[in-house]
DNA sequence: CTGAAAGCGCTTACAG
DNA sequence: CTGAAAGCGCTTACAG
């Protein structure tokens, strides 16, 4: 085993000091052709890489940039990692990917132990604890530090730094007037609970879509899910319970539950319900029918969020305050669950 | 804006020196209750954290690690991440994650750039290209510098190091021996190219199966899939052109498509055909018919991948050089796509 | 053209 | 009980 060389043994190898050893390999016109040569010669033989710790130190900076999720079993948080990855990666950075899953007090220790140091900055989408206890001063003291903070998908207005969301409620109201067009009056809403930043701007979305056409807003269409687990029988009492011509869901388990449930109540869709998805995944492409959905391109969110954070890091320290809010466009994919 | 607070403010605040300051820090029985107090009290109130890289670079360790993955969009990539991540974080590690996308140079590239101190050992599962090149001189260098990798699911047995894998051939043999049992002649078998190692090994599986029922194996009934898009057409070839009573896909994709094209084709699942698949993902979950499936359980491969890395990493430096590999048991899960 | 020195932020063996 | 010094591996302004 040949450990790792350093410019030190280099230096005492070829009898010469460590600075002129460092200079030759950065190619220096102080140094002497000649020299140049044989040091760079040596080191290639030997394999010789600078050692990245050491460079981070002396620079402060360690181009390595953390993203903060809840999970990453859900397809969209791993399409936005992914875009993240090739963006970051063209330019040279690393990423750290943390979990927060789903709870305020990971979020916290990841981000306070990673502060010091570690990293050049963050890419968080809130856990649902946080955007509950609307507790956020692990970000505001990160962001005090100097170290840039972008938010995606999960974010607060009450932090000041650069975003990247797509128009949730415009895109909610996009999907529940297609089904307007359609000419269905009996539209359910599967949603989050409220205080899930991206559930409610879909809920308004719905509900403003609904009033702009003078539908009623039936409360018994819409339906809240809190836990994650066991959803099924409140989807199967509200399609129960309720004449419903379509089902607008705000992320595709909920969507292909609806799917599923319906199924066994002998409902056919989209022959008696049409249903219309949220997130372009996995599961929306492959289960029977299609799902209709709402894509949302997270590698282009993720690949957005990293060309913002980087850019920030590498602009001349300090320039503008200015923080940017980026929305991503969305578009209704059609497929086979509605009609 | 705060910067971040050093030692040596606090030494200058407080009028003492730097070693002083460092050693109060640590509670060292060196320096007087008096002056400790002191010291942590300020450093508190500052909210002092040690640099990271700093101590990295004394300690010569960055309780940092790598998984090197093909491809993160894949949910049993996720699920291992999502494993790694939790076994790390209690241990105090944290997760670099490297996207190979499949490509040997970028293989090389990643792992090149990161073996020069910025973590302390790799998790990886080999991309395609590699396994095609049987190239693996980047990771024979890395180990021979000393640094610990760990290889999971697409393994090679050219290397030596520890490994996490399933019996992906007695996973496919019992697969294949759930059809013959149920008295099924005509099984198909929907396959990767065979230089994808677990590709291969579950090939071998099948065939073992049938062989071991004096069944034929019928070449026909033996698709390889090369390219990842656009294999819808060779399936519905293989289900066209033959009569079919089973089919064994070696993935969740090739399942839910194979489920996809027999419904095109008027054959229904599971009454004309039955199906299984490979990997317990959210598709076989979800999609109509739900699939039936091997499991792999990912978090626990990643766990354990973790566990083991970290696990030579805290040995008593170059102990034995005894290379495990562990075996994660798979199990069928039954659903609605056999009967 | 070459090298000694200082410094990035920390720890720790050693002196006093 | 406190502090100066050396060191982790590197870079760079400065002297010679």
Redesign the pocket.
């Known amino acids: 085993m040949k450990r790792?060389?350093?410019?030190?043994?280099?230096?005492k190898e070829l009898?010469?000091?460590?600075?002129?050893?460092?200079?030759?390999?950065?190619n220096?016109?102080?140094?002497?052709?000649?020299?140049?040569q044989k040091v760079q010669a040596f080191a290639k033989l030997y394999n010789?890489?600078?050692?990245n710790?050491?460079?981070s130190?002396?620079?402060?900076k360690t181009k390595t940039i953390c993203i903060i999720i809840p999970e990453i079993i859900h397809h969209f948080f791993a399409t936005v990692i992914s875009g993240v990855e090739h963006v970051a990666n063209e330019n040279g950075y690393n990423v750290l990917v943390c979990l927060s899953d789903e709870s305020f007090d990971k979020e916290v220790i990841n981000m306070e132990m990673l502060a010091?140091?570690s990293i050049d900055g963050f890419i968080m989408s809130l856990s649902k604890e946080t955007q509950l206890k609307k507790d956020f001063h692990h970000i505001t003291e990160v962001i005090n530090q100097g170290m840039p903070v972008v938010m995606f998908d999960r974010i607060t207005n009450e932090i000041l730094c650069d975003k990247v969301i797509i128009d949730d409620s415009l895109a909610a109201f996009n999907a529940t007037q297609y089904f307007i067009d359609k000419g269905f009056k009996k539209i359910a809403l599967i949603s989050t609970v409220d205080y899930v930043s991206v559930g409610k701007l879909r809920t308004e979305g719905y509900i403003k879509a609904l009033k702009n056409s003078d539908l009623k807003v039936d409360e018994n269409l819409i339906l809240k899910i809190e836990d994650t687990e066991n959803f099924e029988d409140s989807i199967a009492n509200l399609l129960t319970n309720n004449e419903i011509d379509a089902v607008f869901a705000v992320n595709e388990l909920f969507a292909v539950t609806a799917i599923k449930e319906a199924h066994k109540l002998g409902k056919k869709v989209p022959d008696d319900i049409s249903v219309i998805g949220f997130t372009d995944g996995i599961i929306s492409k492959y289960s029977s029918p299609s799902i209709t959905t709402v894509s949302q391109n997270g590698v282009k969110m993720g690949g957005k969020a990293a060309k913002m954070l980087i850019e920030r890091l590498e602009a001349e320290e300090e320039e503008e305050e200015q923080y940017r809010t980026e929305v991503i466009e969305t578009e209704l994919v059609e497929r086979e669950s509605t009609k």
């Open positions: 790792k060389v350093t410019l030190k043994q280099i230096a009898d010469v000091s460590i600075s002129t050893v460092s200079k030759s390999l950065r220096s016109m102080e140094i002497s052709e000649d020299t140049r010789y890489k600078p050692n710790i050491a460079l130190l002396k620079n402060k010091n140091g």
